[in-house]
């Protein structure tokens, strides 16, 4: 998907028009955050700009990942077009280079009953995997918890070896929660990772500059949030080392007096 999302209906420059047809058919059974990115797309659109996906994610103080998974969203119900800009125009601005790893859509995660779980899951090797977890989570999972594997294994498409490292590396950061589990697998589906090693290089890259940045930027007692990690994983798909990284954030440091990830970016996008 591109970084241009282009709405399926015209706005006028001075108001935001929302038909009464998205409150009383769309609004209600869509989750609120895409709600709210709806919004700022028509805002935003009504402005004859560009309607970028980092703007969004800047604005509404949230990942990439979240703006594309609503894209994705209300692309299906039919409320944003498919059809996305062309990459070179006389009054467009210049397409950013593709970033190895960048997020993209995922698949719509099913609720299924307990009975259909049972006849997709009996005699496969998520069977055996279930009761791993299980063991680390010290109970019987539930029917939510069990459609959280499933959907990890089948439409993330997680082989049995990376699920299993995916189990054990959560429970290693004491994080035994089925929903982190599924966030980090939806962060690693996102950037390609589909092997144990990737999801080993990918750890190896995370510990080598979050800490570094966060530490440049005079940040501690906390970790990252979601849209400061989306940052620097993007500077490490970038290809850039971390004293190449830092100096970034140092020179921030020195023209803003505070730490902004977003000068750091434009700073190491110039670069």
């Not at 706005?11 to 009464?20: A, E, R, W």
């Not at 997709?120 to 995997?129: A, D, P, R, V």
């Not at 939806?186 to 999801?199: E, K, L």
């Amino acid at each position: 998907m591109d970084n241009i999302i282009k709405p399926a209906m015209n706005m006028l420059n001075n108001i935001t028009v929302l038909p009464n047809e998205f409150i009383d058919r769309y609004m209600a059974k869509a989750d609120g955050e895409y709600v709210k990115i709806y919004l700022l797309i028509l805002r935003l659109s009504s402005l004859n700009e560009p309607v970028l996906v980092d703007r969004i994610a800047d604005t509404l103080e949230i990942t990439r990942r979240d703006v594309l998974r609503a894209v994705s969203y209300w692309q299906k119900e039919g409320l944003l077009a498919k059809e996305t800009e062309p990459a070179a125009s006389a009054h467009s601005q210049k397409p950013a280079a593709p970033v190895p790893g960048q997020a993209v859509p995922v698949p719509v995660k099913q609720n299924r009953a307990a009975s259909d779980l049972k006849g997709l899951i009996s005699g496969t090797e998520l069977e055996q995997l279930i009761f791993m977890a299980e063991t680390y989570m010290g109970h019987p999972l539930s029917v939510q918890e069990l459609n959280t594997l499933y959907y990890i294994s089948d439409e993330l498409g997680f082989p049995p070896d990376l699920l299993e490292y995916l189990i054990e590396y959560c429970a290693e950061k004491g994080k035994k929660q089925l929903r982190y589990m599924e966030k980090v697998a939806i962060n690693w589906y996102q950037q390609g990772i589909d092997t144990v090693q990737t999801a080993i290089d990918h750890s190896a890259r995370y510990t080598q500059n979050v800490y570094p940045v966060m530490k440049a930027f005079g940040i501690t007692g906390r970790n990252p949030g979601p849209s400061e990690m989306t940052y620097i994983t993007r500077w490490n798909a970038m290809g850039f080392g971390t004293d190449i990284i830092l100096e970034a954030c140092n020179r921030t440091l020195l023209s803003t007096h505070q730490a902004s990830f977003p000068y750091a970016n434009r700073i190491l996008e110039g670069w």
